[in-house]
C-alpha cells in the first residue's frame, strides 16, 4: 500500500511537470526519464507517428538504441501498437514473431513494453525496455499508459499551438518547472555514467558482454555454484569460416555471422546464463546446473540454422562449441581454467570441421542448384 501511494504521489508530479514543458525536447527528456523511473527499465524511447513510419524521437536509455531513425508502421513493435490502439508486453523479444530479430540482436534489449500514446487515436507510443529477462506489474504498465495519455495531451498543445508558456505561468509555476529540468538534468547524467559503465562492459557489435564483464560477472556466479555444490557448465563457441565469408562476401556478410551466433545464444540459453563476445569469432557462456551440455549444443546448432534460413544467407551459419564442465563436487576449478579448456575442446572439434567451398556456394547461387 506505501509504494503504491508513493507511486501514485510520484506520477502526480510527473503529471504536474508534464503539463509545464514549453517544449518538445523538454517533454521527451522528461518523459524519458519518468518512463524508466516508473517501470524500473533500462531504457525508454519516445516515438511519434509520421504518416505510415515510426519516428523514434527521444530515447533514455544505459546503451544506444535508435534515436533519428525512422522505420514503416509495419515493420516494428512500437507500429503493431499504434495500428492496434493496445499496449504490447513482451518478456522475450526473442520468441516474439512480432520483432525484427536483426534490428534488437546488436542491442541491450530482452524484454520490453510500449503503450500508445492516447489508445482511440494514437499520436505515437512510449517504449520501455530491460537488459534482462522482465515481465512487468499491471501497475507498472497502467502507470506508463497514464504517463502516455497525458504525454499525448501535451503534445496537442505543442504542436498545436505556439503560445508563450512563461507569459501565462505564475511565479510558483515557473520556479516549478525550472526544478522539473533541474531534476531531468541530474538524472541524465546519472543515465550518462551508467550508460559508460554497460558499454564498457558489453560488445558494440552484439549486445552481450564483452570479455571484461563475463569474467566480471561470472566470477561471484562460479564461487556461488562451488558454495552450493552445484554443476557449472562454460561453453566456447567458435564462429566457423568467418575469414573465408569475410573474404569472399565482405565483413557486411562477416557480421551477420556474429549477429545470427547472438541471436541464436539468446535463443538457447536461459535467462540466468551469462552470454559473452570474448572478440572475434569467439564466445563464451556460463550455464549453472545445465542438465545435458550436448543437448544444448544441438539446439543451438539447431537455432543457428533456422536464422541463417530464415535470413536467406547464401553462407552456413556453422559453429564450433567446446564444453568444460565442474561437478560441483569440491573440485573448485577457477572460471579461467574452464574457459581455457572448453576452448581447448572446441579447438579439437573444429579441426574435425568440413572445409567450406566458396566457388560451389556461388556456383549454385548462380545457376540455382
Not at 541524465?188 to 559503465?197: D, V
Amino acid at each position: 500500500m506505501a509504494n503504491d501511494l508513493q507511486a501514485t504521489k510520484r506520477l502526480v508530479e510527473i503529471i504536474r511537470d508534464l503539463c509545464l514543458a514549453p517544449s518538445l525536447d523538454i517533454l521527451m527528456t522528461l518523459v524519458g526519464v519518468a518512463a524508466r523511473e516508473l517501470t524500473h527499465a533500462d531504457g525508454a524511447t519516445f516515438v511519434l507517428k509520421e504518416g505510415d513510419q515510426c519516428f523514434y524521437a527521444h530515447e533514455n536509455a544505459v546503451a544506444p538504441l535508435w534515436k533519428g531513425q525512422r522505420f514503416p508502421l509495419c515493420s516494428c513493435i512500437c507500429g503493431w501498437a499504434i495500428n492496434h490502439k493496445q499496449a504490447a508486453i513482451i518478456e522475450d523479444v526473442y520468441s516474439d514473431a512480432r520483432i525484427p530479430v536483426e534490428a534488437y540482436a546488436p542491442t541491450f534489449v530482452k524484454s520490453l513494453t510500449v503503450v500508445p500514446m492516447r489508445q482511440d487515436n494514437p499520436v505515437g507510443v512510449i517504449g520501455v525496455y530491460w537488459a534482462e529477462r522482465h515481465q512487468p506489474l499491471t501497475e507498472e504498465v497502467e502507470l506508463l499508459q497514464i504517463l502516455a495519455d497525458t504525454t499525448a495531451t501535451v503534445l496537442d498543445r505543442l504542436l498545436g499551438q505556439e503560445v508563450p508558456e512563461a507569459e501565462a505561468r505564475s511565479q510558483l509555476e515557473v520556479l516549478e518547472h525550472t526544478n522539473a529540468k533541474l531534476r531531468a538534468e541530474v538524472l541524465q547524467r546519472h543515465t550518462s555514467e551508467a550508460e559508460l559503465t554497460r558499454l564498457s562492459l558489453t560488445d558494440g557489435l552484439t549486445g552481450l558482454y564483452n570479455r571484461r564483464g563475463f569474467f566480471l560477472l561470472a566470477n561471484p556466479k562460479l564461487r556461488q555454484a562451488h558454495r552450493q555444490q552445484q554443476p557449472v557448465t562454460v561453453f566456447f563457441i567458435d564462429v566457423d569460416y568467418l575469414k573465408q565469408v569475410n573474404d569472399h562476401y565482405g565483413h557486411e556478410a562477416g557480421d551477420w555471422l556474429i549477429l545470427g551466433t547472438a541471436a541464436s545464444l539468446h535463443k538457447t540459453f536461459r535467462e540466468g546464463d551469462i552470454l559473452a563476445r570474448l572478440g572475434g569469432d569467439e564466445f563464451v557462456v556460463l550455464a549453472i546446473d545445465c542438465a545435458d551440455g550436448q543437448e544444448v549444443v544441438n539446439r543451438l546448432k539447431a537455432n543457428a540454422e533456422i536464422f541463417a534460413q530464415d535470413h536467406d544467407l547464401p553462407y552456413p551459419l556453422s559453429m564450433s562449441v567446446g564444453l568444460a564442465v565442474s561437478q560441483g563436487d569440491g573440485g573448485n576449478p577457477t572460471l579461467s581454467q574452464l574457459v581455457s579448456r572448453a576452448d581447448t575442446a572446441m579447438y579439437a572439434q573444429k579441426q574435425r570441421r568440413q572445409p567450406l567451398n566458396i566457388a560451389e556456394i556461388k556456383a549454385a547461387q548462380r545457376w540455382g542448384v
